[in-house]
């Protein structure tokens, strides 16, 4: 079986929208994959504004933007098919941009409405991958181990470093995953402020103080001792994170949440004793953070070519879609908590 598929992610960090042009076969009960064509395509200052607001609108707004935002996903994958000159596509899977995550109270919502992509495409797509595990009683994330689990599995573990770090691994049998801590949705704000749109290479953060009593604050969270499956959101970072970085410059708080940061990647590799894992998302290009991880664990950290570092999560949405559309388990209740493995999307 050979699939060629267009996976897209928007992550909370806004960096862009992720475009990923993928084919996939299933050959002697193994899957493997080839990313054909792959872009970021950073979003106009307007779109960024319209999502970074989104929490905020009343509902009758947040409806228009979802509707609006599936369009404008359409629309640039209708670009995206034109400029590649791509004729065979299976299907498009679409990620979305999440707005609302609070799986304690049964939602998530990852706004994009799939079937205004289907409309401009006329091409099956597979949208809202997260709803139904949180209805199931799951956190609704991670998803992506299910990509690790088929094909990744050469790793003791995956580690993503996007707006969350979150890492997946293979325990007593099964795949577990969790959210870590905030990375790039805390560093970019503050990037933000002094008129960066991120900390490149982390330099910033280098050369900043680090607050030990706000450093240790951070650590004493409650989230960081929980047991996994455990995932945050941008209401957790905005009730927990912001509050306690007030009254510091931006350069000390990059710096200060880069050693909390690195200290909790750190912390979980040194826990399960991992041999080497592997890195993607954009975080991996920060490379103070990555040295003050390496400071912390004698874990080997895999760094792949590019195209891996900053398309695994759009290449594993794409996978899920074929997934679903085949009616395989794409979300694995170990990784997630929800009462069973399942296959997850709407289909339009």
Same mark, same amino acid.
């Given at each position: 079986?050979?699939?060629?598929?267009?996976?897209?992610?928007?992550?909370?960090?806004?960096?862009?929208?992720?475009?990923?042009?993928?084919?996939?076969?299933?050959?002697?009960?193994?899957?493997?994959?080839?990313?054909?064509?792959?872009?970021?395509?950073?979003?106009?200052?307007?779109?960024?504004?319209?999502?970074?607001?989104?929490?905020?609108?009343?509902?009758?707004?947040?409806?228009?933007? !979802?509707?609006?935002?599936?369009?404008?996903?359409?629309?640039?994958? %209708?670009?995206?098919? #034109?400029? $590649? +000159? *791509?004729?065979?596509?299976?299907?498009?899977?679409?990620?979305?941009?999440?707005?609302?995550?609070?799986?304690?109270?049964?939602?998530?919502?990852?706004?994009?409405?799939?079937?205004?992509?289907?409309?401009?495409?006329?091409?099956?797509?597979?949208?809202?991958?997260?709803?139904?595990?949180?209805?199931?009683?799951?956190?609704?994330?991670?998803?992506?181990?299910?990509?690790?689990?088929?094909?990744?599995?050469?790793?003791?573990?995956?580690?993503?470093?996007?707006?969350?770090?979150?890492?997946?691994?293979?325990?007593?049998?099964?795949?577990?995953?969790?959210?870590?801590?905030?990375?790039?949705?805390?560093?970019?704000?503050?990037?933000?402020?002094?008129?960066?749109?991120?900390?490149? !290479?982390?330099?910033?953060?280098?050369?900043?103080?680090?607050?030990? %009593?706000?450093?240790? #604050?951070? $650590? +004493? *969270?409650?989230?960081?001792?929980?047991?996994?499956?455990?995932?945050?959101?941008?209401?957790?970072?905005?009730?927990?994170?912001?509050?306690?970085?007030?009254?510091?410059?931006?350069?000390?708080?990059?710096?200060?949440?880069?050693?909390?940061?690195?200290?909790?990647?750190?912390?979980?590799?040194?826990?399960?004793?991992?041999?080497?894992?592997?890195?993607?998302?954009?975080?991996?290009?920060?490379?103070?953070?990555?040295?003050?991880?390496?400071?912390?664990?004698?874990?080997?950290?895999?760094?792949?070519?590019?195209?891996?570092?900053?398309?695994?999560?759009?290449?594993?949405?794409?996978?899920m879609g074929v997934l679903r559309m085949n009616n395989e388990i794409n979300v694995l209740c170990s990784a997630t908590?929800?009462?069973?493995?399942?296959?997850?999307?709407?289909?339009?």
């Amino acid at each position: 079986m050979t699939f060629h598929t267009i996976g897209l992610m928007s992550g909370t960090s806004l960096d862009g929208l992720d475009i990923c042009f993928a084919k996939f076969q299933h050959l002697n009960s193994e899957w493997n994959y080839s990313i054909l064509h792959a872009e970021t395509l950073p979003y106009p200052s307007d779109w960024a504004e319209k999502l970074n607001s989104a929490i905020h609108l009343k509902p009758d707004e947040l409806l228009a933007l !979802n509707a609006d935002y599936g369009f404008y996903l359409g629309q640039k994958v %209708k670009e995206f098919i #034109s400029k $590649n +000159s *791509l004729t065979e596509i299976d299907l498009i899977a679409s990620h979305g941009h999440t707005v609302f995550h609070q799986p304690q109270r049964k939602f998530t919502l990852q706004i994009g409405d799939g079937r205004a992509i289907k409309i401009l495409n006329n091409i099956p797509t597979v949208y809202d991958f997260r709803s139904q595990d949180v209805l199931m009683g799951g956190n609704g994330a991670p998803l992506v181990p299910i990509g690790d689990e088929l094909l990744f599995s050469e790793f003791d573990a995956c580690l993503n470093i996007g707006g969350f770090s979150n890492i997946s691994t293979k325990q007593e049998g099964k795949r577990i995953a969790f959210d870590i801590c905030p990375v790039n949705i805390v560093l970019n704000k503050y990037a933000t402020v002094l008129g960066k749109n991120y900390d490149e !290479n982390g330099n910033i953060a280098r050369n900043g103080q680090v607050n030990e %009593k706000i450093l240790a #604050s951070l $650590n +004493s *969270l409650e989230f960081y001792s929980a047991k996994h499956p455990k995932s945050l959101g941008i209401e957790w970072v905005n009730k927990n994170i912001i509050p306690l970085l007030e009254n510091e410059t931006p350069e000390n708080i990059l710096a200060t949440f880069t050693e909390h940061a690195s200290g909790q990647i750190a912390q979980v590799f040194n826990q399960y004793q991992f041999k080497n894992v592997l890195f993607t998302g954009g975080g991996t290009y920060n490379t103070y953070l990555i040295e003050r991880i390496k400071t912390k664990s004698s874990t080997e950290i895999k760094i792949p070519a590019p195209e891996l570092i900053d398309f695994k999560e759009a290449l594993i949405f794409a996978f899920m879609g074929v997934l679903r559309m085949n009616n395989e388990i794409n979300v694995l209740c170990s990784a997630t908590g929800s009462t069973a493995d399942h296959s997850s999307g709407l289909i339009v």
